[in-house]
């Protein structure tokens, strides 16, 4: 297969959530869940079907799989995304990352590798994580 040369938008937004649910070795069906649940609820997604999740996210996959891929694929999300929408990216990205009950350390440093790809503020960082913490409490 032939690598990819670029990436649209929203394309970019799912190769983001599949970077950190594949994190720590796969993804679980809460998280594929999360990641539907967002593109079907999400404006920036209005006109994306479930095909198009299923083909960005394989496609998200063969990435990971290239030889350099997790470089290749944040250069591509870079490159997709402007500055607004690299924050809906880490945002999207924390929401999958809370979707698992237990998260280790390679999701946490994946998490790290996409603010750094897509150079976004640490305090802008900061303040998404809160946001995604205080939605995902618990009683």
């Not at 649209?8 to 649940?37: F, H, K, N, W, Y």
Request: hydrophobic residues 45%; glycine residues 6%.
């Amino acid at each position: 297969m032939l690598a990819r040369t670029g990436l649209d938008p929203q394309e970019a937004l799912v190769c983001t959530m599949v970077l950190v649910a594949a994190a720590d070795g796969g993804m679980s069906d809460r998280e594929i869940g999360v990641m539907a649940g967002q593109v079907q609820t999400l404006p920036i997604f209005h006109d994306f079907s479930s095909e198009q999740l299923e083909s960005a996210t394989d496609a998200a996959v063969n990435l990971l799989n290239e030889e350099d891929g997790l470089s290749h694929a944040g250069r591509l999300i870079r490159d997709a995304l402007e500055p607004r929408l690299r924050e809906t990216a880490y945002a999207l990205a924390c929401e999958v990352i809370a979707a698992d009950p237990v998260t280790g350390q390679a999701s946490l440093q994946m998490l790290e590798l996409v603010v750094n790809e897509l150079h976004l503020d640490p305090l802008v960082a900061a303040a998404i994580e809160r946001g995604v913490r205080a939605r995902h409490q618990r009683s």
